[in-house]
T-cell receptor
Framework: DTAVSQTPKYLVTQMGNDKSIKCEQN?????MYWYKQDSKKFLKIMFS???????INETVPNRFSPKSPDKAHLNLHINSLELGDSAVYFC???????????????FGPGTRLTVL | AQRVTQPEKLLSVFKGAPVELKCNYS??????LFWYVQYSRQRLQLLLR??SRESIKGFTADLNKGETSFHLKKPFAQEEDSAMYYC???????????FGKGTTLSVSS
């Protein structure tokens, strides 16, 4: 059973388009995250949701909008895609993010977004 | 500022040689530190965390508050250890991880 899944795995699109990446976790975790990994493999937190509530939004352009329909899903919508958005996007989840974050984060396989 | 520094982008060693992947951090208070690993074509996964004081796949990491370091060590590298290794720090609010830029470990025979 896949713990954290993302779709699609690859996404190639034109500049200016709007696209979505879906993430689902079947671990019963309370907290989900989106990370961006750039071309130099640098991983940076974008968003964090706890029980469907946004708890972190790290200086991400408002073209990026996460949506959490329920605790098991955190989707990422990107409007007006730009060349600089090309990256690998990772979804992750952890049991809880209340207080000190010592819980293991479980990562999805990543979605490689290429903007042409 | 909270920050994780991994000074080496690439570390190449021969099989059987000792390995040390460096990680330094900047943090006020008591940090929560982790090592994550990404093998080729696999997802990022937790390798170990300092609070557990465990050894996974022969790797250990000791938190040195005086040197603000959390270096990852293994006495004898294996080819299957080749991967990208990320050191990570829990942010002050405990709501996300701050990752270093990663070190690629390449073990050759």
């Amino acid at each position: 059973d896949t713990a954290v899944s993302q779709t699609p795995k690859y996404l190639v699109t034109q500049m200016g388009n709007d696209k979505s990446i879906k993430c689902e976790q079947n671990l019963g975790h309370d907290t989900m995250y989106w990370y961006k990994q750039d071309s130099k493999k640098f991983l940076k937190i974008m968003f964090s949701y706890n029980n469907k509530e946004l708890i972190i939004n790290e200086t991400v352009p408002n073209r990026f909008s996460p949506k959490s329909p329920d605790k098991a899903h955190l989707n990422l919508h990107i409007n007006s895609l730009e060349l600089g958005d090309s990256a690998v996007y990772f979804c992750a989840s952890s049991r809880s993010s209340l207080g000190r974050n010592t819980d293991t984060q479980y990562f999805g396989p990543g979605t490689r977004l290429t903007v042409l | 500022a909270q920050r994780v520094t991994q000074p080496e982008k690439l570390l190449s060693v021969f099989k059987g040689a000792p390995v040390e992947l460096k990680c330094n951090y900047s943090y006020s208070g008591s940090p929560e530190l982790f090592w994550y690993v990404q093998y080729s074509r696999q997802r990022l996964q937790l390798l170990l965390r300092h609070i557990s004081r465990e050894s996974i796949k022969g790797f250990t990491a000791d938190l040195n508050k005086g040197e603000t370091s959390f270096h990852l060590k293994k006495p004898f590298a294996q080819e299957e250890d080749s991967a990208m290794y990320y050191c990570a720090l829990s942010n002050q609010a405990g709501t996300a991880l701050i990752f270093g830029k990663g070190t690629t470990l390449s073990v050759s025979s």
